[in-house]
């Protein structure tokens, strides 16, 4: 039962007052909480940006102010003094790109400045008196560190950075000499941390420094837009020599997006407003309900006895009859009562009709009962005689009624489906030519079923000729007429485009079939179905494009250039004529990937493959086959004519990419196969232009080679070191050799590096320069490195066995071994199966090992540190290495590579170099050796340039175990 109690106003009034403020609240939080969020996200974004300016700052400020340290070390290496001051700073000057000047202040006086042109004003200026300087100059002297002034205008033009490093002499370092000064140009420091970077050009950005109390205090903007401190900044800190600089990021409008914060707002209030008035839509729907709930029941109670009565009627007769007189009234006395009060008006409209002709039938009435609906129809006639009047007929015909209803919910359900499925129906009569179409027929093509055919008629051939692609009209009709003259009972498919109405073309399958009549005669209707498969059609060419062609460049992949070069060999083949296949690889484009990033990379090879095309003629094939490996296959070309377009390609290469504002310039090696002269298929041109252009790599790079036999020769040779690598171990093929290294000063044994050699059972001993370069390429020097180390580690483990002095063995490093993931932890495990403790093993690192990701070395340093292992920087001079990283690098020996010590009595640069290096590694705390030591007169020099150790041929060969044994017990 349902509750009839009136709604009170004041109550309904209340409620919809509350749903507003409830949804007003609920939305204005939602704002407020996405508004909190999207501030959030871009604070994020500009703070991840500052950190990334802020390093890439730090990183060219250490590495321009190094120049100092380098200079300080030549002045307490010259007691005071540098010799050739122009020549040592001409050469120190190119490796610090930001770094206008060098300048030494003995005393603080400024005497020598390098270059001189454009610095004269500065020759005689003391640092202490000067006003601008004086308080600059006292801090860096106190402090006895290295301090940076600036931003300053400059002496010779421009701003920029003064850096002072004080320098202090004697043994205890206690006497002041005077100031290296280094002067950095602040607007190229600035230009290569890319703070110009057009991401940072939707920022208002401020560099700044808050001077130290000892100048004045207060803050100093550096770079950036003038005025007061940012509003609402984020600022991220840049630790320097004397002190911090910050960065600090503020967009001009702010952090929150007010125009979207006011829209949003404005969306909630609108939703609030809608919540309210569907609140208020319900309260006065209920009292309306509730109204006419009162009304209904008061009309059942006036018809409760007529429905009792044609209850029973209904149950007496199927078809019930009544009299009627003149004026349509129901006689009494009757069996079957009177009719239903629903059956007044077809009552009504019969009267009238047998009324005019006689007699009426078909009208038809509906009777509501216990939930169900009973349809009747009358048929009433005249009743001539002494009381003329009228005899109705009322037939219950529920069931055909049902019967109907189903058919046309078949009917409907069927149409809904056909809409769901986006299938249009159609119906074709071949007698008149008129194509019948369904409105889904029409919706698919974005179209008005009724508009069209009101326009331009029901004619197949008026709308084959204005929707068909013109490339599929001839094809389409043709299958159509074809089916229609066939007098089998097939179906019939075909598929096409069609016009939209906004002219692009939908791809249409078509389906039918002509009905025939129960003997199998066929008629003049086909019906059939339409489909829109353009979606279909899509996937399909885009699994074929993904198939045979590289998403990045939309180059052909690997699977087509097979495919297309078999094709270019069989035509060559048949017209006896050349082809060339070129191997292309970018030199050194890893690099260029671990330091800009995936997507500078990606779209650098977009941009290769675009000029690649350039070159390529219509009948040439390129693909890019992998990574930065591309492909090209030329046919029709001579030896000439390829040498021709390697040149063109390696000139086109060199230009410079612009990407992201970067300047990229990458070269390419090239390696060349010829049909038919290096090979008939295509494994075989790929497999020599691969050789081919590794020979070119080895070259130096930037350059072309034609495939020959001595490259087969030779990589077949490193094919059999590489697979005799892999089971060289096994077979016991390898050996360790240790030389001997002496202290200059005491001329005693102080250790041994371990060396790796290899007899190779078939090519006899081979050099560790070959096979080593082998092993890294192929992986194998991991399995092989774990291998010295451990023989090393077991030798160690037999001289303590046997009483004889410890001595530290040094074992070379790979850089592939280095960054294997888990290694140090297989190198505690190795220490602890020998039982020696980590201090006797020196490992030996070379440049290019820890300055290839500088952060990720000294993560790995610091750990084998902490588990006792000493560290030697192995050929040092050789590679690249900033000093800023040097100090931070936990080393125990610097090893000078011996192709300095060769001409070391010959060549002053040489000596120059050595001297430098040693001074160096004095002022680090390091100790330093020296390799290739073969003279008596290089030693005797070595040692008048204060080198701590040596080894060489003159010193002492590479001993096997036996023979390192007995040296080690007699110098012991």
């Not at 390829?642 to 390696?671: C, N, T, W």
Request: hydrophobic share 40%.
């Amino acid at each position: 039962m349902t509750d009839s109690r009136p709604v009170s106003p004041t109550l309904a009034t209340t409620a919809v007052v509350l749903v507003f403020l409830v949804s007003l609240l609920a939305g204005l939080g939602v704002v407020r909480y996405q508004s909190d969020q999207q501030v959030r996200q871009r604070q994020l974004a500009a703070i991840d940006m500052a950190r990334f300016h802020i390093n890439s700052l730090q990183v060219q400020l250490e590495r321009n102010l190094s120049s100092a340290y380098a200079l300080a070390a030549l002045i307490r290496q010259g007691q005071g003094e540098i010799r050739d001051f122009e020549q040592v700073a001409g050469q120190l000057l190119p490796f610090y790109p930001s770094v206008r000047a060098l300048a030494l202040s003995p005393g603080g006086i400024v005497t020598q400045t390098y270059p001189l042109a454009g610095n004269e004003g500065s020759i005689g200026l003391n640092q202490f008196t000067h006003p601008a300087q004086r308080a600059e100059a006292l801090l860096a002297r106190d402090a006895r560190r290295l301090t940076l002034t600036g931003p300053v205008e400059l002496a010779q033009g421009g701003t920029g950075l003064i850096g002072r490093l004080p320098v202090f002499l004697g043994e205890d370092e206690g006497r002041f000499w005077g100031f290296v000064s280094v002067v950095i140009i602040l607007s190229e420091l600035l230009e290569q941390a890319e703070l110009g970077s057009p991401e940072l050009r939707g920022y208002r950005v401020q560099l700044w420094r808050t001077l130290p109390e000892d100048t004045g205090g207060g803050r100093q903007l550096i770079a950036g837009v003038d005025g007061e401190r940012l509003e609402d900044a984020i600022t991220e800190p840049l630790t320097l020599p004397n002190g911090t600089w910050y960065l600090s990021l503020s967009p001009p409008a702010g952090w929150r997006d007010t125009g979207a914060l006011a829209g949003q707002l404005l969306l909630a209030v609108l939703f609030s407003g809608l919540l309210t008035f569907l609140a208020a839509l319900l309260v006065r729907t209920r009292r309306q309900a509730r109204e006419l709930e009162r009304q209904v029941r008061a009309r059942t109670a006036e018809i409760s006895d007529a429905r009792n009565r044609l209850a029973a009627t209904l149950a007496a007769l199927p078809d019930r009859l009544f009299e009627l007189d003149e004026a349509g009234h129901c006689l009494p006395g009757g069996q079957q009562g009177e009719p239903e009060p629903q059956a007044a008006g077809a009552i009504r409209r019969a009267l009238a009709e047998a009324g005019r002709q006689g007699h009426s039938r078909g009208h038809q009435y509906v009777v509501h009962q216990d939930g169900r609906e009973y349809w009747f129809e009358i048929s009433l006639s005249r009743r001539q005689g002494s009381e003329p009047g009228f005899v109705l007929l009322s037939r219950d015909i529920s069931e055909r009624k049902r019967a109907e209803q189903e058919v046309q919910s078949l009917a409907q359900r069927y149409h809904s489906l056909i809409a769901a499925s986006n299938t249009g129906a159609w119906e074709y009569d071949s007698r008149t030519g008129e194509l019948l179409c369904s409105d889904e027929y029409f919706s698919m093509l974005g179209r008005d079923r009724a508009d069209y055919r009101r326009r331009r008629g029901n004619n197949l051939a008026g709308i084959w000729s204005e929707l068909l692609h013109p490339q599929d009209r001839e094809q389409a009709e043709r299958n159509f007429t074809d089916y229609l003259a066939r007098d089998e009972d097939t179906l019939y498919e075909n598929q096409f485009r069609m016009r939209h109405a906004d002219g692009s073309w939908v791809w249409i399958l078509s389906r039918g079939r002509t009905l025939r009549d129960a003997e199998g005669r066929a008629s003049s209707l086909t019906v059939g179905t339409h489909i829109d498969i353009s979606q279909q059609i899509r996937d399909r060419e885009q699994i074929h494009f993904l198939a045979h062609y590289d998403p990045l460049t939309n180059l052909p992949n690997r699977s087509l250039l097979m495919d297309r070069t078999r094709q270019a060999i069989q035509l060559a083949r048949r017209e006896q004529g050349q082809l060339a296949l070129l191997f292309l690889d970018l030199d050194r484009f890893k690099s260029i990937n671990d330091s800009l990033g995936h997507k500078v990379g990606d779209k650098l090879l977009i941009q290769v493959a675009e000029r690649l095309r350039r070159l390529c003629r219509q009948q040439d094939t390129l693909s890019r086959f992998g990574g930065d490996e591309f492909i090209l296959v030329l046919p029709q070309t001579t030896p000439p004519g390829v040498a021709h377009f390697a040149q063109r390609l390696l000139a086109e290469m060199a230009e410079p990419y612009h990407i992201k504002g970067h300047d990229i310039r990458v070269s390419v090696s090239l390696g060349i196969a010829l049909y038919p002269e290096d090979g008939r298929q295509f494994s075989e041109l790929y497999q020599h232009a691969d050789i081919a252009m590794y020979q070119a790599k080895a070259a130096g790079r930037n350059s072309y080679r034609f495939f020959t036999a001595e490259m087969q020769e030779r990589y077949s040779r490193m094919l059999a070191l590489e697979n005799g690598l892999r089971e060289a171990v096994a077979r016991d093929q390898l050996s360790l050799v240790y030389q001997p290294q002496y202290s200059l000063a005491e001329q005693r044994l102080i250790g041994f590096e371990a060396l790796l050699r290899w007899q190779h059972p078939e090519l006899g001993p081979v050099s560790p320069a070959e096979f080593i370069p082998i092993a890294e390429q192929s992986g194998v020097i991991v399995p092989l490195g774990e291998w010295v180390l451990a023989r090393a580690l077991e030798q160690q483990a037999e001289w303590h066995r046997q009483g004889l002095p410890p001595v530290p063995v040094g074992v070379n490093v790979s850089a592939v071994q280095f960054r294997h993931p888990g290694w140090c932890e297989r190198l505690a495990d190795l220490l602890g199966k020998a039982g020696m403790a980590a201090g006797g093993l020196e490992l030996e690192l070379t440049e290019s090992v820890i300055m290839d990701n500088p952060q990720q070395a000294i993560a790995v340093m610091d750990s084998l540190v902490r588990l006792g292992v000493r560290l030697a920087l192995d050929d040092f001079g050789t590679g690249y290495s900033s000093l800023s990283y040097l100090k931070r690098f936990r080393l125990s020996r610097l090893k000078i590579d011996q192709s300095f010590v060769r001409d070391l009595l010959r060549d002053e640069e040489d000596r120059t170099i050595v001297r430098t290096i040693i001074s160096l590694a004095r002022n680090l705390g390091l100790d330093t050796v020296a390799e290739g030591v073969e003279t008596r007169e290089q030693l005797e020099l070595l040692q008048r340039l204060g080198c701590d150790q040596a080894q060489g041929y003159y010193l002492g060969r590479p001993l096997p175990a036996e023979q390192a044994t007995a040296l080690l017990r007699q110098a012991g």
